[in-house]
């Protein structure tokens, strides 16, 4: 019980410094042994503690032992009124966000979080828990004006399904990429999933598809059809086949999108 209350203790000092939001499966983490009480200890991790490169691997990691829940990663003032939430993917290293939330948080006109999550759960609940957490945030922050989501693959399919419940105060921008909307193999074995489904009419919710190239997607190359493909509102981008030289798979497109909004990628 120890090691729980000191992790609860660092968590609370957090979250009454405004740096982060935890949701309410923080203490099944604890049961588990996810998160860190040494690194709580240590004080918040953000964005000038993540490292690209050779360290973005050990960044990566400390990303994903983040305490399940809201995590804001920049300290931005004054305090901006437009917030950008990041939703990892199914067993997630977290080195492929770390270029991506420094992008997100440079031009210091945004609050940066990361949404941990438990990626062994079906979508359904998963989606309800980023939905609370979505409201307290902003229940919590009244000034804020704006709210936009990056999900990338599993973390898009929830990313999805939550916007499609959201009846917020603040408009909702969704960026959904490589995510397999329409549903895999692996996920609809043990989970009833019928597939992302539109926003109702009128609600303030902009979707918007980033698609990676089959063929070139470990996730979802050999996969009959595209499990990407689905009929929802808003634009469809097909990724090109290549980011700084590099072939864009499944994880380098959370980079390439982010670039692109950004202004620092090809159209």
């Not at 992790?7 to 957090?14: A, T, V």
């Not at 740096?19 to 923080?26: H, I, K, Y």
């Not at 609370?132 to 989501?149: K, R, S, T, V």
């Not at 989970?191 to 902009?206: N, Q």
């Amino acid at each position: 019980m120890s090691r729980c209350r000191d992790l609860f203790e660092g968590i609370r000092s957090l979250a009454l410094a405004g740096l982060v939001l935890v949701g309410p499966l923080a203490g099944a983490a604890c049961e588990r042994g996810e998160g860190s009480p040494s690194a709580a200890a240590e004080g918040p991790l953000t964005l000038e503690r993540l490292e690209e490169g050779d360290g973005a691997k050990a960044s990566g990691a400390a990303l994903m032992a983040l305490p399940l829940g809201l995590h804001r990663l920049e300290a931005t003032t004054p305090e901006p009124t437009r917030a950008v939430i990041a939703v990892h993917g199914y067993d997630s290293e977290g080195y492929e966000w770390v270029h991506a939330l420094k992008v997100l948080g440079s031009d210091g006109k945004s609050r940066v979080f990361l949404y941990r999550y438990d990626f062994n759960q079906c979508p359904d609940p998963m989606a309800t828990e980023l939905g609370a957490a979505i409201d307290a945030l902003l229940a919590a922050e009244p000034e804020l004006e704006a709210l936009q989501l990056v999900g990338h693959s599993y973390g898009g399919v929830i990313s999805a399904l939550a916007a499609s419940r959201y009846r917020g105060r603040v408009p909702l921008v969704v960026d959904l990429v490589a995510s397999p909307l329409a549903g895999h193999p692996g996920m609809q074995s043990t989970c009833e999933y019928a597939g992302a489904v539109a926003p109702p009419a009128g609600a303030p919710v902009t979707l918007r598809q980033w698609r990676t190239r089959q063929e070139l997607d470990g996730a979802f190359r050999g996969l009959d059809p595209d499990p990407q493909v689905v009929d929802l509102p808003g634009e469809v981008t097909l990724l090109p086949e290549t980011y700084r030289g590099n072939r864009l798979g499944h994880n380098w497109s959370i980079s390439w999108v982010v670039d692109h909004l950004s202004g620092g990628a090809e159209p």
